[in-house]
């Protein structure tokens, strides 16, 4: 079973960005401004 999306909320964007980037090896493919927030993507290298 494979997952293609999620929703995960947050409480420090830059934090948790740091951490799925750096820590879990995401890429992120883009971001999106709301308004007083942010949503991005992020995933896998397709590899694998």
Do not use: H, V
Request: net charge positive; proline share 2%; glycine share 10%.
């Amino acid at each position: 079973m494979r997952i293609y999306i999620t929703s995960i909320p947050i409480a420090d964007y830059n934090q948790a960005l740091t951490f799925y980037t750096q820590i879990l090896g995401f890429q992120k493919r883009r971001d999106i401004e709301l308004g007083g927030g942010a949503l991005s993507y992020c995933g896998f290298s397709r590899r694998s």
